[in-house]
């Protein structure tokens, strides 16, 4: 049994569609592409899909992954063709890897997150990061299904800082990946939290921001999440989680040939 690793997005509009639409368009692709998928065993057999940390909706996403398992071999690149013809514009598949490593759940230990501020003044949104990065904690409230519960939306932020307000193309302070619902210009967020429990959202952390600075931006906040990954401590980026799959990969292609020599007749 052959396992794909698949990055995919949520862009545009599509970043209004739920995951489990995602999922319903995801394995109409699959048919479409007659992809030769392992299903579960039992009465209701189910395409074997493994999806982590979906992008909740109404969020643009440049960094959203799934793994599928498949009968027969093929070309990952290939399949992700397949695959990225077959689904809607906005749904994108941008990335596949064979799966050579185990614990791929577990290199998902942080996003990173752009936040686009219509309307807020820069001055007003640096002035408020400033206020969250020097708070040792921001207590924030979240209707949960137990009721409304208070939990700290600091300790998880790895990283916080107002980049910039700009609408050009060029503008080296916009990231290309983001999702930008407007045109107009407006202060830049970016953000990297750890997934940690319970878990610590964009959404929380302008809730932090609006506690500690009064800052409300008058309309809802874009946000793309542009990475996810594990989170390296010493340089405080967010590293990609198929590089190990690429790196095994590598590493095997380069032994087959030296094995085979050295089993070969003298």
């Known amino acids: 049994m052959q396992r794909i690793r698949l990055r995919y997005t949520k862009r545009g509009r599509l970043r209004f569609t739920s995951h489990r639409d995602f999922q319903r368009a995801f394995e109409r692709a699959l048919r479409r592409a007659e992809v030769p998928m392992a299903y579960s065993a039992g009465f209701t057999p189910h395409p074997k899909v493994s ?24 070309d990952p690149d290939k399949l992700r063709e397949l695959l990225d013809e077959s689904l809607p514009t906005g749904l994108d598949i941008v990335d596949a890897v064979e799966a050579r490593t185990s614990g791929f759940a577990d290199r998902l230990t942080a996003s990173v997150w752009e936040l686009r501020l219509e309307g807020v003044a820069p001055e007003d949104a640096r002035r408020a990061v400033d206020l969250f990065n020097a708070a040792e904690t921001v207590e924030v409230q979240r209707l949960a299904k137990n009721g409304m519960r208070t939990f ?39 953000l990297v939290v750890r997934h940690v429990t319970p878990a610590v959202r964009p959404d929380d952390v302008l809730s932090g921001l609006r506690a500690v600075a009064d800052l409300a931006p008058p309309v809802p906040a874009g946000v793309t999440r542009l990475a996810q990954g594990l989170f390296d401590e010493e340089t405080g980026t967010v590293t990609d989680p198929l590089a190990p799959d690429r790196e095994a990969a590598v590493a095997l292609s380069m032994a087959t040939p030296t094995a085979a020599a050295s089993q070969a007749p003298a």
Not at 65 to 70: D, M, N, P, Q
Not at 158 to 178: C, I, K, R, Y
């Open 51 to 74: 999806y982590a940390n979906a992008a909740a909706t109404g969020t643009g996403s440049e960094a959203e992954y799934l793994e599928i398992a498949l009968t027969e071999a093929r």
């Open 152 to 190: 700290d939306a600091r300790g998880a932020v790895a990283g916080l800082e107002a980049l910039a307000v700009g609408v050009e193309p060029g503008d080296e302070t916009h990231s290309p990946q983001a999702d930008r619902p407007t045109d107009q210009a407006c202060a830049i967020l970016r």
